[in-house]
């Protein structure tokens, strides 16, 4: 069993390591960093207190979640198995005796983490800027909620694009087309349609957590626990279809010779 | 033909820390030159320098006549390049791509479209040229690759690594190519390869590198003479006793893959039969040995690897 | 295999020039990108822009209030900002990254043109294709309008200058955009991602500062405030957005030119490798 | 009878492309030659026993363990694949220490298997370089390392020696049958004969998807023996020589080629090449030189792969 968490640790560490570097790491940083700059030249106005402050909350609804969690989520996700397979270096980690499960979940995790370390600054620094820099300062639960419906929505659609990226060719563009379109577009809908979305959750999350300031509007028919428990077990099941899935998957390029 | 094809003044190409290419000068005349080293050694930098692709950290060049740097357009007009490595686009059909190259070499359209045929077929893809590129297996994107640098009539092809990753057979089928374009006359070639027996019988020049410095430069027939003449013997049967017998009467032999060389005095044959007969060995081949160019490489890759050959 | 060497026609032939070379490489560009995507995409544009623009200036007509500005709606709907984001992603984003990617780059570096002629050329397919999709569908609206006498020749034709203006300057910066961010990334999606997360962004983003700080000149950084801008302005309409239309103008196109530059720089670096 | 690797019938296809066409083989302990052109199915078989691609018709076993699966087993199993592509961001070192962990290996165990399988590859002084700066032959031996590191029961080696110049070919050589000594067992791949002639006399040969010959090279060699060959003798004296030639038995024809040339085409190349000693001998003849085009793997090869078609 030791062996098995030696392997999984492995391929975690991999895939943290190849999702955060080089010139993606620099683009994806430079992503990250948008909702913090935008605040921080919003509070070299000095604008009132509540204006700023209000206005990085805002942001995160606006922007940070819908916006830079998805492009830096959608990049580390699609790429873990596509990229891989199309550079033909898939085959050094399953032609090893780990099993093939252990390979997506350790992705999976690898690129979880790869995704959080970029997010979760994305969505606290505006914050931090606001109150330091002249903004009325947050009851603790403003972060914290903020930053776990980031973490949220990493592991939600973290899971969906490793999926993705997984079985189709073209993932990044179905990526883009779902994360850009259907995400931002179903949510204007009227009736129940909303709900076939996860930004939804997400945003029930936010609006059952916090009950002052401007996140706290969205439409939230759900608890808090069924908007936290549907993004995590959307997760759950793609990790799981996605291991059943490589199961069967050839990993080899569909040609004799290179 | 006093005109030089090539011309390198202690040219040196550093990337960061790493010298590609150490002071080089050489000097070569048309006709065909190999352009013969282990991976690594220089011959890609030394090619894309002549192209002017890159610029010498110091040191000056001269193609046909010009300097790549000054003049790199005038230097591409009479200049075909073969990349290494895969380099095609596999959304055109072949015609369609060697065509479309031929008129960004300068080539007017019908001209373009008509030496494009032409080309294809004597690469040897005539029935396979209206396909797309990304449906051609290894050897025939190797030869779309060679058509590519021959279509607009350079005057000079430069053919980086050209047999590489081809079987036997392709590999004889590409350089039988080179061959036939080098017959035709009018036309140099360089050829880089790492394979020394790709350009045994094919070169009439060869330049050697290794590790970026100049092992030797010039007519490989110059190149080749100046060695005691070896005899190179293939026996089935029972080989060191073959060996042993050999050496109790005077003959030393030295082994080489499966071939044993000896030196033979006066070159007369008769104790190989002899001792053949006493061991029940067959003789299988028995012939004078030529100088390769293998040879010369791994002779003077040991001997000094800091020496310039005369 | 037979062998019989190609002859190569009978006497030399004379060269065409570096112009007609980017020409060749431009017009190979701008087929490659006439796969289905595009065309669909491109269709797209064309049936919404044109529609809104007839149906609107139909129903105008009835009660006789055409005027330049009701040219315009095209621009006013939210879909537009989309429709051009994917278009340049669908012409543009593969412009460099591909032939990076795939090593031609390799190809055309090798012959007997410079680099700008090869970037000039990636350019103009991008940027026809571009303006097939940002100046054409307002100009068959306005065909249909004047056909059916909905408006005076007089105004068709100003309004048919609104919209190359503000088409050519769309085209300016995304033509810019989309090759730059190309050729960071060897692969064509990479670069389609970035484009929507920089504009969104922007355009989220520098509203919102502006709006809040009364600083009017960060609203300058997001390029589809500038676009709509320039577009109202065109069109005679003193709209909602606070920036000056003409600076607005020289922003886009001042960052078109830059992000082309870039893009330049980047590729001068590409091949400098050992092997 | 079962070897280290067991084929029986073994189909894969690419869509409508045969990689493998009934491939059945086995291959024994120690070394042994895969050897065909390029496209005959030798990536296709090694893809299989790696576990990358599934067969779509008949079984094929790895040390007793079914080709497509995972598992403990997998550890007695080391893969040097054809191409080139590494993780271009490792170092040497990083890439083989993390492939030992994927494996289960304890970080110590792990770095230390690391450093002696990239000493062993003559990679030491470059380990702590980046891969992206590895020129091909490094990353032939960095693939072979990390193939090496988990000391694998079985080793199989697509092309090892593809790309690597004379003087690594003889360095990669030696390696290989030092790993054999060691009591490894290894596959190894090329389309080129001579290349696998040094390393091993167990061959299998492989065209258009299938074995066309299997067995030591001593077999395959009576195989070219069983053909006709065309042997060029020189000779001061071609006439006397032809005539002593013409009155054996197997000699079918003798024709002078040239001044001091002749082409003698033979049925029974055994006797032929076992008589001649003793002729030469015995007649005081002065045969300066014996070629034959036809007493070579290629030829054999091209024959046995031409009969398939």
């Known amino acids: 069993m030791t062996g098995e968490w030696t392997r999984l640790v492995a391929v975690t560490w991999l895939s943290l390591r190849s999702s955060l570097r080089g010139w993606r790491l ?124 980031a973490a949220l929505a990493a592991i939600a659609y973290g899971g969906f694009f490793l999926f993705l990226g997984l079985v189709s060719r073209a993932a990044l563009l179905i990526g883009i087309l779902y994360g850009f379109l259907w995400e931002e577009l179903v949510p204007l809908l009227p009736g129940s349609a909303p709900r076939l979305t996860l930004v939804f959750y997400l945003r029930n999350f936010l609006s059952t957590e916090l009950t002052t300031g401007p996140l706290s509007g969205y439409p939230a028919p759900l608890t808090a626990t069924a908007s936290i428990l549907v993004p995590i077990a959307l997760a759950a099941v793609f990790v799981v279809l996605g291991s059943l899935a490589f199961r069967y998957l050839e990993t080899a390029p569909e040609r004799e010779s290179a | 033909m006093t005109d030089g094809l090539l011309r390198t003044d202690s040219v040196t190409k550093r990337f960061d820390t790493v010298e590609a290419l150490s002071n080089l000068s050489v000097e070569l005349s048309p006709g065909t030159i190999g352009l013969v080293g282990p991976n690594g050694s220089g011959k890609t930098t030394l090619l894309r320098l002549l192209l002017g692709l890159l610029a010498p950290t110091s040191g000056s060049l001269s193609v046909l006549g010009r300097d790549p740097q000054r003049e790199p357009l005038l230097v591409r007009e009479q200049v075909g390049y073969m990349p290494e490595h895969d380099c095609l686009m596999p959304d055109l059909s072949g015609v369609g791509f060697v065509a479309y190259m031929g008129r960004v070499s300068g080539l007017p359209r019908e001209t373009a479209m008509s030496r494009a045929h032409e080309v294809l077929e004597f690469v040897g893809l005539k029935e396979q040229r209206y396909r797309k590129i990304r449906e051609y297996s290894v050897g025939m994107r190797q030869r779309v690759k060679l058509a590519q640098a021959i279509v607009h009539d350079p005057p000079l092809c430069l053919l980086d690594e050209p047999t590489s990753g081809l079987d036997p057979e392709g590999r004889e089928e590409m350089l039988g190519l080179v061959a036939a374009l080098s017959r035709l006359g009018g036309r140099s070639f360089v050829l880089s390869t790492h394979l020394l027996p790709d350009t045994e019988g094919l070169v009439d020049q060869v330049l050697l590198l290794n590790a970026g410095k100049l092992l030797a430069a010039g007519p490989v027939a110059r190149l080749l003479s100046s060695r005691t003449p070896e005899t190179v013997i293939r026996i089935r049967g029972d080989v060191p006793g073959f060996v042993a017998a050999l050496s109790r009467k005077g003959v030393e032999t030295r082994t080489q893959g499966s071939e044993l060389r000896v030196v033979l005095p006066s070159g007369d044959t008769r104790p190989i039969f002899e001792v053949a007969n006493e061991t029940g060995g067959q003789v299988r081949y028995l012939g004078p040995s030529v100088r390769t160019i293998e040879d010369l490489f791994l002779s003077l890759a040991e001997e000094a690897p800091d020496q310039v050959a005369p | 295999m037979s062998i019989s060497a190609p002859r190569y026609g009978a006497a030399p032939v004379a060269k065409t020039g570096r112009i007609h070379r980017a020409l060749t490489i431009a017009h190979r560009e701008f087929n490659r990108r006439s796969g289905v995507g595009t065309v669909a995409v491109v269709t797209l544009t064309y049936l919404a822009i044109t529609l809104v623009l007839t149906i609107n200036t139909s129903f105008a007509s009835l009660t006789g209030t055409v005027t330049l500005a009701t040219f315009e709606t095209p621009y006013s709907s939210p879909a537009w900002p989309f429709l051009m984001l994917i278009v340049a992603t669908s012409v543009g984003a593969g412009g460099l990254a591909e032939d990076v990617g795939n090593r031609s780059i390799t190809l055309y570096l090798s012959r007997p043109i410079r680099l700008i002629d090869y970037l000039a050329a990636k350019s103009a397919a991008t940027g026809t294709w571009l303006v097939i999709a940002a100046v054409g569908p307002g100009l068959a609206g306005l065909a249909v309008v004047l056909v059916l006498g909905w408006a005076p020749s007089s105004l068709v034709l100003t309004g048919a200058g609104a919209f190359v203006a503000t088409g050519l300057l769309a085209c300016i910066f995304f033509t810019g955009l989309a090759l730059a961010l190309s050729s960071l990334t060897t692969r064509a999606l990479y670069a389609g991602v970035a484009i929507f997360g920089v504009v969104l962004s922007l355009e989220i983003g520098a509203p919102l500062v502006s709006g809040i700080t009364g600083n009017t000149s960060v609203a300058y950084a997001s390029p589809i405030n500038d676009l709509l801008s320039v577009a109202q302005s065109a069109f005679g309409i003193s709209g909602p957005y606070a920036t000056d239309p003409a600076t607005s103008a020289v922003v886009l196109a001042l960052s078109g030119v830059f992000f082309a530059v870039f893009a330049g720089w980047r590729m001068s670096r590409v091949e400098v490798v050992g092997e | 009878m079962t070897g280290i690797v067991d084929a029986d019938s073994v189909t894969k296809r690419y869509g409508e492309v045969l990689g493998l066409n009934g491939f059945s083989a086995t291959f024994p302990p120690g070394i042994t030659g895969l050897v065909g052109p390029n496209g005959a199915g030798k990536s296709t078989l090694f893809r299989l026993l790696a576990g990358q691609l599934r067969c779509d018709a008949g079984t094929l076993t790895l040390l007793g363990f079914p080709a497509w699966g995972q598992g403990e087993f997998r550890r007695r199993v080391g893969y040097c694949p054809e191409h080139a592509s590494l993780f271009d961001w490792m170092t040497g070192a990083d890439f083989v220490t993390t492939l030992l962990r994927v494996d289960g290996f304890p970080r110590a165990e792990a770095q230390e298997r690391a450093l002696r399988a990239i000493e062993t590859v003559g990679l030491t002084e470059a380990r702590d370089r980046r891969l992206k700066a590895y020129s091909k032959g490094m990353r032939q031996r960095i693939k072979l390392a990390q193939c090496i590191a988990h000391d694998p029961q079985l080793i199989l080696l697509d092309e090892p020696l593809n790309g690597v110049d004379p003087v690594g070919r003889a360095h990669l050589s030696a390696l290989l049958r030092q790993l054999s000594a060691t009591g490894h067992h290894l596959i190894v791949s090329s389309h080129v004969l001579y290349e696998v002639e040094r390393l091993t006399d167990q061959i299998v040969m492989i065209a258009h998807g299938q074995a066309i010959a299997q067995g030591d090279l001593h077999r395959i060699r009576d195989l070219i023996d069983s053909r006709p060959h065309m042997v060029d003798l020189e000779t001061p004296d071609p006439r006397g020589v032809a005539k002593l030639l013409g009155a054996w038995d197997h000699v079918v024809s003798i024709e002078f080629t040239g001044p001091g040339k002749l082409r003698v085409l033979t049925r029974s190349p055994e006797a032929f090449y076992a008589a001649l000693p003793a002729l030469v001998v015995t007649e005081k003849l002065d045969v300066r030189s014996v070629h034959s085009a036809d007493d070579n793997l290629d030829a054999v090869f091209r024959y046995l792969a031409g009969g398939g078609r």
């Open chain 1, 26 to 149: 620099a683009g994806l940083s430079a992503f990250a960093l948008i909702p913090t700059l935008i605040v921080v030249s919003v509070a070299s106005t000095h604008p009132a207190a509540s204006t700023l402050s209000n206005s990085a909350e805002a942001l995160f609804g606006l922007l940070t979640l819908p916006i830079v969690t998805m492009v830096i989520v959608l990049v580390l996700s699609v790429g873990q198995f596509r990229n891989e397979i199309d550079n033909e270096t898939l085959l050094y980690l399953s032609d090893r005796s780990i099993t093939r499960p252990m390979i997506v979940v350790g992705k999976y995790l690898g690129s979880l983490a790869a995704a959080l370390v970029l997010v979760i600054p994305a969505a606290l620094l505006p914050l931090a800027v606001a109150s330091w820099g002249g903004g009325n300062g947050y009851p603790a639960v403003v972060p914290l909620t903020v930053a776990a419906a």
